[in-house]
Protein backbone atom coordinates (compact mmCIF):
# COMPACT_ATOMS: atom_id res chain seq x y z
CA UNK A 1 0.00 0.00 0.00
CA UNK A 2 1.53 3.32 -0.93
CA UNK A 3 1.15 6.03 1.68
CA UNK A 4 2.11 9.50 1.36
CA UNK A 5 2.82 12.16 4.47
CA UNK A 6 3.57 15.49 4.12
CA UNK A 7 4.94 17.81 7.35
CA UNK A 8 6.37 21.25 7.96
CA UNK A 9 3.32 23.09 7.72
CA UNK A 10 2.65 26.08 9.87
CA UNK A 11 1.94 29.48 10.62
CA UNK A 12 4.19 32.73 8.98
CA UNK A 13 4.18 36.47 8.45
CA UNK A 14 3.64 37.20 4.76
CA UNK A 15 7.15 37.36 3.27
CA UNK A 16 8.27 34.29 4.70
CA UNK A 17 9.60 31.17 3.91
CA UNK A 18 8.48 27.46 4.98
CA UNK A 19 9.98 24.08 3.15
CA UNK A 20 7.35 21.18 3.03
CA UNK A 21 8.43 17.37 2.89
CA UNK A 22 6.41 14.43 1.48
CA UNK A 23 7.90 11.05 2.74
CA UNK A 24 6.50 8.52 0.39
CA UNK A 25 6.55 4.52 1.46
CA UNK A 26 5.46 1.47 -0.61
CA UNK A 27 5.93 2.66 -3.71
CA UNK A 28 8.91 2.33 -6.24
CA UNK A 29 9.39 6.30 -5.52
CA UNK A 30 12.55 6.97 -8.28
CA UNK A 31 10.08 6.29 -11.45
CA UNK A 32 6.78 8.31 -10.53
CA UNK A 33 6.29 11.54 -11.02
CA UNK A 34 5.27 13.74 -7.97
CA UNK A 35 3.17 17.30 -7.25
CA UNK A 36 1.99 19.15 -5.20
CA UNK A 37 -1.42 20.55 -4.77
CA UNK A 38 -3.60 23.26 -2.45
CA UNK A 39 -6.92 23.70 -1.08
CA UNK A 40 -8.16 27.13 0.38
CA UNK A 41 -11.14 27.38 2.65
CA UNK A 42 -14.13 27.37 -0.20
CA UNK A 43 -12.08 26.63 -3.19
CA UNK A 44 -11.51 23.61 -5.13
CA UNK A 45 -7.94 21.68 -5.26
CA UNK A 46 -5.45 24.02 -7.21
CA UNK A 47 -2.17 22.19 -8.83
CA UNK A 48 1.03 24.12 -7.25
CA UNK A 49 3.74 22.27 -8.73
CA UNK A 50 4.95 18.91 -10.68
CA UNK A 51 8.36 16.86 -10.64
CA UNK A 52 9.18 14.20 -13.16
CA UNK A 53 11.51 11.42 -12.52
CA UNK A 54 14.23 12.99 -14.16
CA UNK A 55 13.62 16.23 -12.62
CA UNK A 56 12.15 18.23 -14.52
CA UNK A 57 9.31 20.43 -13.11
CA UNK A 58 6.97 22.93 -13.58
CA UNK A 59 4.24 25.71 -11.35
CA UNK A 60 1.25 26.50 -10.88
CA UNK A 61 1.94 30.95 -12.54
CA UNK A 62 0.82 32.10 -9.15
CA UNK A 63 3.90 30.57 -7.54
CA UNK A 64 6.45 30.87 -10.17
CA UNK A 65 9.86 32.56 -9.03
CA UNK A 66 8.82 31.86 -5.67
CA UNK A 67 8.07 28.40 -4.70
CA UNK A 68 10.49 25.28 -5.77
CA UNK A 69 10.26 21.63 -5.90
CA UNK A 70 12.60 19.07 -5.58
CA UNK A 71 12.91 15.26 -4.92
CA UNK A 72 15.45 13.06 -3.13
CA UNK A 73 14.78 9.74 -4.67
CA UNK A 74 17.69 7.89 -1.62
CA UNK A 75 15.29 9.30 0.86
CA UNK A 76 11.70 8.61 -1.00
CA UNK A 77 11.07 12.16 -0.36
CA UNK A 78 9.66 15.65 -2.51
CA UNK A 79 9.81 18.72 -1.06
CA UNK A 80 8.38 22.41 -1.54
CA UNK A 81 10.49 25.47 -0.70
CA UNK A 82 8.19 28.24 -0.58
CA UNK A 83 9.39 31.82 -0.23
CA UNK A 84 7.94 35.08 -0.28
CA UNK A 85 4.81 34.00 1.15
CA UNK A 86 1.42 35.61 0.51
CA UNK A 87 -1.97 35.34 2.47
CA UNK A 88 -3.41 33.66 -0.56
CA UNK A 89 -0.96 30.77 -0.22
CA UNK A 90 -2.98 30.14 2.75
CA UNK A 91 -3.81 26.35 2.56
CA UNK A 92 -3.68 22.84 3.16
CA UNK A 93 -1.20 21.47 1.00
CA UNK A 94 -1.13 17.63 -0.41
CA UNK A 95 1.24 15.60 -1.95
CA UNK A 96 0.17 13.53 -4.75
CA UNK A 97 1.72 10.54 -6.99
CA UNK A 98 0.90 10.67 -10.82
CA UNK A 99 0.40 6.71 -10.93
CA UNK A 100 -2.70 5.19 -12.00
CA UNK A 101 -4.49 5.27 -9.47
CA UNK A 102 -3.10 8.43 -8.17
CA UNK A 103 -2.14 8.22 -4.34
CA UNK A 104 -2.72 11.75 -1.98
CA UNK A 105 -1.50 12.17 1.10
CA UNK A 106 -3.62 13.64 3.56
CA UNK A 107 -2.02 17.18 3.99
CA UNK A 108 -0.29 19.52 5.89
CA UNK A 109 -1.74 22.96 7.06
CA UNK A 110 -0.23 26.66 5.65
CA UNK A 111 -1.41 29.60 7.29
CA UNK A 112 0.31 33.12 6.13
CA UNK A 113 -0.65 35.60 8.14
CA UNK A 114 0.48 39.23 9.92
Known amino acids: QVQLVESGGGLVQPGGSLRLSCAASGNIFSIYAMSWYRQAPGKQREFVAFIESDRSTNYADSVKGRFTISRDNAKNTVYLQMNSLKPEDTAVYYC????????WGKGTQVFVSS
Open 96 to 103: KQLSVPPY
